[in-house]
């Protein structure tokens, strides 16, 4: 059974999966997912990745994630919501952040995001890549029990070394959708 994590961090790693790392090793840009066959791959994970592909990358990638999965095989992207920093935005507004009002991009330029998606605009890309049974998921499920495994954290750099449930995080949202 081949599983790909696109986009773990450097020291991330588990039994089974293979982490391809484009910020630091693999070219996703230059690359997509070239030298994997067709229905080849029975799981895909990206959780904060996606976000930082220009959308036209994104939307080859989903073609290519599409073309690489086996039959039935499910694709879980988790990603920043862009309608929860809009409401930060109104939220600052309130209580005085001038410094970002009408500029939900900044805090997303700081952590180097080119992409910005809420679950509605991801999910229509997931459908043009065709993609089926696009669904938003809870923090705690899943179609496949693997992607529940809690995430273990590198206690010196604060880095994910395996895993990949987060636990709540309500700035972000999850879709998976099966080939």
């Known amino acids: 059974m081949q599983k790909l994590n696109l986009g773990g961090g450097r020291k991330w790693s588990m039994e089974g999966w293979e982490n ?50 086996k039959p039935e095989g499910i694709l879980r992207v988790i990603c920043p919501d862009v309608n929860f920093m809009l409401g930060v935005e109104k939220m600052q507004t309130l209580i ?16 180097d995001h080119r992409s910005h998606f809420s679950s509605v605009s991801m999910s229509i890309l997931f459908m043009c890549a065709g993609f089926r049974e696009i669904q938003v998921m809870a923090w705690n499920s899943s179609r496949d029990q693997e992607f529940l495994i809690p995430v273990i954290r590198c206690p010196e750099e604060g880095v994910l070394t395996s895993g990949f449930s987060r636990g ?10 099966i080939k």
């Open 168 to 177: 709540d995080d309500s700035n972000s949202f999850i879709l998976e959708a």
């Open 96 to 111: 005085g952040w001038p410094w970002l009002i009408g500029k939900p991009e900044m805090v997303y330029k700081a952590h």
């Open 20 to 69: 391809l790392e484009y910020a630091h090793v693999y070219d996703l840009d230059l690359n997509l997912l070239r030298g994997y066959a067709d229905d080849s791959v029975n799981l895909i994970y990206a959780s904060h990745s996606l976000e930082h592909l220009s959308f036209e990358k994104v939307a080859l990638l989903l073609l290519d994630c599409r073309r690489i999965l």
